[in-house]
């Protein structure tokens, strides 16, 4: 213990001052430094004391112990170069307060409670003692000895060898003996680190590691709660039986029991995570001289181990991998995790270190005892814990018990989620030790428990009557209430009787027609009283429905005309003229006389409700749009499910303003009109106006509306809205709901029940939902999209189609009644996205293609897509589709398409770097060809991709657009005050330094969400234009000719109007 052994060291390594800190302590010391108070490197916990203790002797031994191990005697002090330095003082006063708790309902509980305070108290680092004892008394018998102390002089392995040290002190005065005081010193630890940093080893320690992750694995975790950052823990007995047979396997692969629980946490994060390639922390000992073993101080350090290991190898192979993974890597242990860190440039505040998941093995060989008294260690956490999961398993082999402890950040897990994990550990190892031979692609990861919630989860199974068709609902609601109002366009307004009688009527002549079951009409008309007849008309005709968009260029409607080999044509005199020349009978409302038809119920023999009611185009990802064909029983099943959720007045209405291509508008037509609500259709492009719908939404006493987000974010952000007091219910979906979003439904319109709904088309447009009810409270978290509706099942499942675990990451697929028949012609496609069940026997399955995960209490979170479909304002997109059209341009080579900022972004390739495309010509050929939502706002040229290590493309490494993206016109200055006016509105709303008069609303990035904000800007500065007339007239100096109005003085915030280098941009 004497100090003079420091003149052994490097005469660099030593100053008047002290010794300086050796990598670990420094590594800490700089972040504890970050963190100001925080007890992150707090460490500690208590030893649980059962016999007769004696206060003035735990005294007198503390007092032994921090003599004999001058560790606990270390004091910092500043040094010359901005770190301290450490020396060891002679003597240490120590104190070791006595509390009593004996007196309290529940003595344990607030003993641990003051435990769990303690370890929460900062340590001053300079000048103060970096431990402390204390003593809590329960009852005569019973008391808990607070152990705790900072990281930087102690770590986990010395922590045992203190208690052991202090309980053989303590038993030695309690005998009356002198206790043994020699120990080795931590200052040949600090010579022998000095020394390894200037040697060779050093270097080859350095180069191996830095080849081993010369291309670094991706995160296994990521933070999901993040506005929660404190740590918790889970200790859960460890079955005996299962450990010994852990050390009877290791003994058959010349392994370690260690290695064994490394492979079992392998299977438990590779298999959910559902990748091979992946790095887990452990903590090594670094004690690699034999006295260092008995040596009190920092020591430890943390190996990262990097797992891959192929599926098809059986659980003894990979505890035999492990094993010689750990081998291998423990040859060059020394080297700070800090420098390699440092070294691969991770420490960025996005991910800091290697690893998020750590294991540690303990078996602990020391028989606690303190005079007459048994005890036994107890770790406390600081619930600060920055590595998100920390998984430790410790035994003891003269008790013969064994816990697992795993500490988790709260960011990261649920509390349900860590103990389903401990849970998940012991089965996969029992299913590991039964069989070595078994291969990790079988194992179950699954458990029982969670087997038994996810079946009760999906018993949703409703006793509706699916056998009716939907016009079978309808018309029992006809006979309900006839006379009631059914459909408002307008000034224009149709009675149940009404409707369902010119319906009869379209429907006998579609009939005329040929119109059978499952035959496809076509209809192209804009929104209005005829679009709800002829619906209705199709579907009592036996037919389905093809929707076809006015707005989409006529080469897009053609084709869907021939690939749903529809039988005919309906069109109005607004709409006769777009799909151009077609070979099939064309009804046209206006000059038909179906009006003569008879207006009783149509009879169609054969027609069930498995037949086909309509059939809606989503993009594709070969260039061309795809049919999905949805047969009526699901689509009775949604509106059945609606009526169930909505618990409002049946006399209220809903507003109707989705495009009816669009699959939310099946929803809006269908479900009011089988309740007896009324349906007030929006005008024709006024689904664009928010203050047109809040105007509506007012003078027609609208109950019901349904949002994508986008658009609900537009409508809430109108003074008029929360005069829209006859909302009661807002659906939100087709697109992530947020929790700031929430909030300002709650805001702006407190009274509503606000439903967040998931669904693809192929599913009959709605499959979860999640409601919030007025007065609830909104989570701090991700909103969930909800529990299955009813009659449909939902499931998790790994690249394998297997369950995954609750908790975690897999692909949505979806079964029960509402899954689709399939795509229209396209058998292959077909069978790669609907898969017979291998839950429910005759069921069918839908693969979505988004990723989820059930949360513990059954709530699915969506967290993306394993694709390139992407959902742009509510409309869901194959960005493939895009990208095959983009490089069909004969100037194009390839082309990759991203969604950036709520808007599409095309980057390109020419095939002649001497005849680029002008962004002109690229963006009028897919004019052409693809609806305005799917034309790409910016074109980014390159020369080439950039790649990733592996050789694929970099999709990261794509540069954000600049202004040579857009179409960039000749600046010609403004004219006249509304043109000005109008000039500084763009310029806000675009986020441009300045719009000349030729410029182009949506050649610049516009679209049509920000249309709408376009034209609530124009009303705030008292200039009259509605969303059509953008659409219409693009140009500024155009539109400013349709504009009408007062011109106000705008006040543009600075601050929207970013210059860079005088240029506009994006």
Known sequence: MELSR????????????????????????????SRGDSPLYNIGGYVELNGTIVPQLVQRAVECLVAKHDALRTVLRAGADGLPVQSFAPTLAVSVPLYSVATQA??????????????????????????????????DTHNLLGTQAHHLILDGWGFGQMLASLGGIYSAL???????????????????????????????????????????????????????????????????????????????????????????????????????????????????????????????????????????LSFGELVCGVRDVLRQDLRHQRYPLSEMNRALGLLREDRNQLFEISVSYEQDDHDYRYGEAQAHTVKVSNRHESTPLTLHLRSNRYNDKAWIHLVYNEAYFEPAEVQALAERLTFVLEQGLENTGLALREFVLVTPAETERLAAWNATEAAYDLEQTIQQVFEAQVRRTPEAVAVVAGERSLTYRQLNEQANQLAHCLREQGVQPDARVAICVERGLELVIGLWAIVKAGGAYVPLDPGYPPERLEHMLRDSSSVLLLVHAATRHLPGAVTIPVLDFDHDTWHDQPV????????????????????????????????????????????????GDRSGALLQKSPFSFDGSVWEFFWPLTVGMRLVLARPDGQWESAYLAQTVREQQVTVIKFVPAMLQQFLELEEVSQCTSLTDVFCGGGELTAALAHRVRERLPGVRLHNVYGPTEATVDSTVWTLEPGAAIPDIQLPIGRPICNTRLYVLDAQDRPVPIGFSGQLHIGGVGVARGYLGLPQLVAERFIDSPFVAGDRLYRTGDLVRYRADGNLEFLGRDDFQVKLRGFRLELGEIEARLSAHDRVREAVVLMRDERLVAYFTPRDPAQVPAIEALRNHLSTLLPDYMVPSAYVRLDAWPLTPNGKLDRQALPA??????????????????????????????????????????????????????????????????????????????LATRTVGRVQALEIPATTIPTLNRRRRL
């Open 6 to 33: 420091a003149t052994d060291m490097d005469d660099t390594a030593v100053t008047r001052e002290g010794f300086p800190l050796t990598a670990s302590q420094r590594d800490i010391w700089l972040d504890q430094m």
């Open 106 to 139: 529940d003595p344990l509980a607030a003993a641990r409670r003051l435990m769990q305070q303690q370890i929460q108290q900062p340590y001053e680092l300079e000048g103060g003692p970096l431990f402390r004892f204390f003593l809590v008394r329960l009852d």
């Open 174 to 312: 309690a005998r009356g003996e002198e206790p043994d005081l020699v120990a080795p010193s931590y200052i040949d630890f600090i010579a022998d680190d000095q020394q390894y940093r200037d040697s060779s080893r050093y270097t080859r320690d350095r180069d191996y590691w830095l080849a081993k992750y010369r291309t670094v694995p991706d995160p296994m975790l990521l933070p999901r709660y993040r506005g929660r950052w404190a740590s918790d823990s889970v200790v859960q007995a460890f079955p005996t039986s299962l450990h010994e047979r852990m050390k009877a396997l290791a003994s058959t692969c010349q392994a370690s029991a260690f290695h064994v629980l490394l492979a079992a946490v392998h299977l438990c994060f590779a298999g959910t995570s559902q990748r091979n390639d992946w790095v887990l922390g452990v903590p090594i000992l670094n004690r690699g001289n034999a006295r260092f073993k008995s040596t009190l101080g920092l020591f430890t350090q943390v190996s990262a181990l990097r797992f891959d290991f192929a599926d098809g």
């Open 600 to 647: 009783s119920e149509v009879q169609v023999p054969g027609l069930t409700a498995s037949n086909l009611a309509y059939v809606i185009y989503t993009s594709g990802s070969t260039g061309t749009p795809k049919g999905v064909a949805l047969e009526h029983r699901g689509l009775c099943n949604l509106v059945h499910w609606s009526s169930k959720l909505f618990t």
């Open 961 to 1038: 657009p600049g202004i040579e993206a857009v179409i960039s016109r000749r600046y010609e200055a403004p004219q006249g005050a509304v043109e000005i006016a109008l000039a500084q509105i763009w310029a806000e709303v675009l986020k441009l330094e300045r719009v000349g008069r030729n410029d182009h609303f949506f050649e610049l990035g516009g679209h049509s969400l920000l249309a709408m904000k376009l034209v609530a800007r124009m009303r705030d500065a008292g200039l009259e234009a509605d969303a059509s007339a953008i659409f219409s007239e693009p140009r500024l100096a155009a």
